[in-house]
Every structure is written in structure tokens, then in C-alpha cells.
């Protein structure tokens, strides 16, 4: 299969030399979108043989997946793998994906760090565990970890998505897109990692955007 890891990063110069060597040794392609970071995470990414769009300013993780996104459809790719550019999520864990789209044809899969969540701090495993519920029956189907922006979309299912969002609420846009359109979603566990680095969500502006989005579409719904 032909996959793209797609990598949003803003300010991620420590960790994204590492991402795309390791994503480029598991045989895929790298598309980094650097969100203006102010470092050098553009340079160091393409010498370690990344294509680089270069946001001259941030525009926030959504907007970035969703350029990513427009790039590599008009490529001849099978689908992309998303992967978050500050090294939460181990490369080594890109071979689960792959065995479950052989095994599965599988056209959309997210990774599950519930089953090992003993490094997750407490507020955001509670936070999480609420949200995939929430979310879960909204998709009409068990997502175990709907926070998790390491994933996979097939090409043709990602085309069919209508994506609109510009921050972290991407991965919710996504999930409750795919079950719109009746796509199977699965999972497949993922390991725990977090680094010292203050994290970039927001609670409460987030979890505004949150409910914010969620009450857009369930208005809107014609379902």
C-alpha cells in the first residue's frame, strides 16, 4: 500500500527529525505541515526527507491536517496515516495499523491508548473516557478513544468527508463524518507516551470549541 503519514507541527524541532526518519523506514512517505513554528522544525524535516508545507503563520491544528489532507489527494497515495508531531505517539505502533487494514480492510482506524493508559495523567483519562462515550453514540458505534489523532482514512473515505474545522475538535469532525457516511471505524492499541512539554489543549477554550462544534452538527443534522 502507498500511505502518507501526515504530520502537523508546530514547533516540534526535537521530535520531528525522528518521526519522519522512522514513519520513511516503515516504507511510508512523509508530508510535514509546519504551523509557523518559529524553530527549526521545517529545516529538519526535510533533510530528513519530508515534503514541508510551510504555514507562514498558525493557523492551528485542523486547518494544517486539512491542507494536508487537500495535498496528498491529488497524489497517488491509498490513504494517510496521521501522527502528531510532538512524539506522543511511537512510529514502532505504524505496523498495528498496517496489520489491521490487511486483515480488515479497513478504510478508517484510530488508535486506542486506553489499554494502556497507566502513563495518561488521571484528568485526561476521565476527560477522555467521557468524551469517547459521548462520541461513541453519536457514531452509533464503540470508538474506545476518540481523542487519539493517530490514525488512519483511506483515500476514497477521506475524499467523502466534509471537514470544516481549525483546531483540536479535527478529530471529533472526523469520526462523526465517517459515521455519516457509514464507515466502519476501528481501533487498534496504541502506547502511552508523554514528554515533558506543557500541552498544547487549551481546557477551556478547547472544550468550548468542543460543545461549540458538537451542537453545530447535531442542529444542522438532517438525520
Known amino acids: ?4 503519514a ?3 507541527a508546530h514547533n516540534e524541532a526535537k521530535t520531528i527529525g525522528y518521526l519522519v526518519e522512522e514513519a520513511r523506514k516503515k516504507g511510508l512517505d512523509a508530508l510535514v505541515i509546519d504551523d509557523g513554528s518559529s524553530d527549526q522544525t521545517a529545516r529538519i524535516a526535510k533533510e530528513k526527507g519530508a515534503t514541508v508545507i510551510r504555514n507562514d503563520k498558525t493557523i492551528g491544528k485542523g486547518a494544517s491536517l486539512r491542507k494536508g489532507f487537500n495535498f496528498v489527494i491529488d497524489k497517488n497515495y491509498d490513504g494517510i496515516l496521521t501522527l502528531d508531531g510532538d512524539g506522543q505517539h511511537d512510529p514502532e505502533d505504524i505496523l498495528q495499523f498496517m496489520e489491521k487494514i490487511k486483515e480488515s480492510d479497513a478504510k478508517i482506524v484510530v488508535g486506542n491508548r486506553m ?29 474506545p478513544d476518540t481523542q487519539c489523532g493517530f490514525r488512519y482514512i483511506n483515500k476514497e473515505a477521506l475524499k467523502s468527508l466534509e471537514l470544516s474545522t481549525s483546531n483540536f475538535e479535527i478529530e471529533t469532525e472526523i469520526l462523526i463524518e465517517a459515521g455519516k457516511k457509514g464507515y466502519k471505524i476501528y481501533s ?3 502506547k502511552t507516551i508523554y514528554q515533558d512539554h506543557k500541552s498544547r489543549i487549551n481546557p477551556f477554550l478547547d472544550t468550548m470549541r468542543f460543545f461549540g462544534f458538537i451542537f453545530r452538527k447535531r442542529w444542522t443534522s438532517k438525520d
Open 1 to 4: 500500500m502507498n500511505i502518507c
Open 188 to 190: 487498534v492499541p496504541i
Open 115 to 143: 489499554l494502556k493508559a497507566r502513563n495518561m495523567p488521571f484528568t485526561r483519562w476521565l476527560t477522555n473516557k467521557i468524551m469517547s462515550s459521548f462520541i461513541s453514540s453519536i457514531c452509533r458505534q464503540n470508538i
Open 6 to 8: 501526515v504530520i502537523p
